[in-house]
């Protein structure tokens, strides 16, 4: 069975750092394409950073460029994403997905597997 889930939510004041885990089982990373999105309330789901586990080619969304980075650990079937300098706009519901890819997929409808989410909120 092929699940995802999310860690390291939690709340922050705004300037802070938190890193967020997405873990899979199932699967392996290899040759997959894996994403970390966000919904805030009233908002649509958004790309926040994606990676290629197979090239290591990364995506950032421009509001989060500078203060975000992705990694992988293939051998831990684990992506992380680790979010600095976060001010209060960052406040969502993070997600870990995952598709068959072997190039940086951006769009969530491409996507198959997705974590069930982990709160981030900032404070101001």
């Known amino acids: 069975e092929v699940q995802l889930v999310e860690s390291g939510g939690g709340l922050v004041q705004a300037g802070g750092s938190l890193r967020l885990s997405c873990a899979a089982s199932g699967f392996t990373f290899d040759d997959y394409a894996i994403g970390w999105f966000r919904q805030a309330p009233g908002k649509e789901r958004e790309g926040v950073s994606c990676?290629?586990?197979?090239?290591?080619?990364?995506y950032y969304a421009d509001s989060v460029k500078g203060r975000f980075t992705i990694s992988s650990d293939n051998a831990k079937n684990t992506v992380y994403l680790q979010m600095n300098s976060l001010k209060p706009e960052d406040t969502a519901v993070y997600y870990c997905?995952?598709?068959?890819?072997?190039?940086?997929?951006?769009?969530?409808?491409?996507?198959?597997?997705w974590g069930q989410g982990t709160q981030v909120t900032v404070s101001s």
């Open positions: 997905a995952a598709v068959d890819r072997v190039v940086v997929v951006t769009t969530y409808w491409e996507y198959d597997y």
């Open positions: 990676i290629s586990s197979s090239d290591g080619s990364t």
